[in-house]
């Protein structure tokens, strides 16, 4: 048989006190885990933006990138158009000039 309780008032109260220890620590618990799934979640929220941040600033930065590769070429195409353009009109007043010659030396020719 078990012993006999001394005091069962005294017994009860041990078990409500660890009760309360119990309950007090999960809800310690709880908001401690509350808190770590809030910060995990701000984190989150940062690192989305920093990434959207990050993201966009590298595409800016390769925009500009392909930008000035596009102008260099343009500017290149535009040099050597420049060139040839210039090396034609060489060319066509060059042939205007033997024209000419030629046409005086031919009516030269014909008046005399």
């Known amino acids: 048989m078990t012993a006999p309780v001394k005091d069962p008032y005294a017994t009860l109260e041990i078990i409500r006190e660890q009760e309360t220890a119990v309950q007090e620590r999960l809800h310690a618990q709880k908001t401690a885990q509350a808190r770590a799934l809030a910060a995990a979640r701000q984190q989150a929220r ?35 158009a420049q060139r ?10 060059q042939a205007i000039a033997t024209a000419v010659a030629h046409a005086v030396a031919f009516i030269s020719e014909e008046a005399s």
Do not use: C, K, P, S
């Open 84 to 93: 040839d353009a210039e090396a034609i009109r060489r060319a066509g007043a």
């Open 46 to 80: 940062d690192m989305l933006v920093q990434a959207e941040t990050d993201g966009r600033l590298q595409g800016e930065a390769e925009i500009a990138q392909g930008r000035l590769a596009i102008e260099e070429a343009a500017a290149t195409l535009l040099d050597a």
